[in-house]
């Protein structure tokens, strides 16, 4: 009598319990999408918590900060002028001023605009008048040159077109810091700003944020040569 032998090519017996494999892929592919969006939630939680962790600092040390930048601005322009503070009116005369503004936060996904309580940006703002245009473009020129040199991302060069004026912005560290420049032909004025990265406000002072503006800058002028 021959032995029954099973085909060689017989599928093997199916497990009347088991998922269909359908059934299986599906649950692994949700498994895995369920994974990756907590992983996302995370990461965004994670910078979230880290765009808002600014170091606390005094206001005062934040402005001299600000200063700083426009000063070393101001000597590679070339300027000769001395500017007094005074907080000017835009678009005329002079300017050399502290001002400060709230913080603001975007939240996990990047979809709201909330201030961040207690943190404030500090930035000081000089303006001169009678500004020829030769002393412009060369100053300027040689400041796009020397900000690159120093590691700063140029954002803007714009050169006089059509009596459009002279544009000049920079930043670093992802924007949290930046400078802008200009020049208006038709008026002979220039412009130029600084702000630095935002700071909590020491401990009793977070109910005076933003800062009061009335922080007084130095003289902006040339720096005494050694």
């Known amino acids: 009598m021959p032995e029954n032998t099973p085909?060689?090519?017989?599928?093997?017996?199916?497990?009347?319990?088991?998922?269909?494999?359908c059934v299986r892929g599906a649950l692994g592919c949700?498994?895995?999408?369920?994974?990756?969006?907590?992983i996302t939630v995370g990461v965004l939680s994670w910078r979230s918590s880290e765009a808002t962790d600014f170091p606390r600092v005094a206001p005062e040390d934040?402005?001299?900060?600000?200063?700083?930048?426009s000063q070393e601005a101001y000597d590679v322009l070339g300027f000769e002028r001395t500017v007094e503070p005074v907080a000017g009116e835009a678009g005329s005369g002079t300017d050399n001023s502290f001002s400060a503004?709230?913080?603001?936060?975007?939240?996990p996904l990047g979809l709201e605009d909330r201030t961040v309580d207690g943190a404030y940006a500090m930035s000081h703002g000089w303006a001169l008048d009678h500004v020829r245009?030769?002393?412009?473009?060369?100053?300027?020129?040689?400041?796009?040159?020397?900000?690159?040199?120093?590691?700063?991302?140029?954002?803007?060069?714009?050169e006089d077109s059509k009596d459009l004026g002279w544009w000049l912005s920079v930043q670093r560290d992802d924007g949290d810091e930046w400078m802008?420049?200009?020049?208006?032909?038709?008026?002979?004025?220039?412009?130029?700003?600084?702000?630095?990265?935002?700071?909590?406000?020491?401990e009793g002072e977070?109910?005076?944020?933003?800062?009061?503006?009335?922080?007084e800058p130095p003289s902006l002028g040339p720096s005494p040569q050694d």
């Open 133 to 158: 245009a030769s002393q412009a473009a060369s100053g300027l020129r040689r400041l796009h040159r020397h900000l690159k040199d120093e590691g700063w991302e140029v954002t803007t060069y714009r």
């Open 101 to 107: 503004d709230y913080c603001y936060d975007n939240g």
């Open 30 to 38: 949700a498994g895995v999408a369920l994974l990756a969006l907590i």
């Open 62 to 69: 934040m402005a001299d900060r600000a200063f700083q930048r």
């Open 206 to 215: 977070s109910d005076d944020v933003p800062p009061d503006s009335g922080l």
């Open 7 to 21: 085909p060689v090519n017989a599928a093997p017996a199916r497990d009347p319990y088991a998922a269909p494999s």
């Open 180 to 202: 802008s420049f200009a020049w208006y032909p038709d008026r002979g004025y220039f412009t130029g700003d600084a702000s630095v990265p935002c700071a909590y406000a020491p």
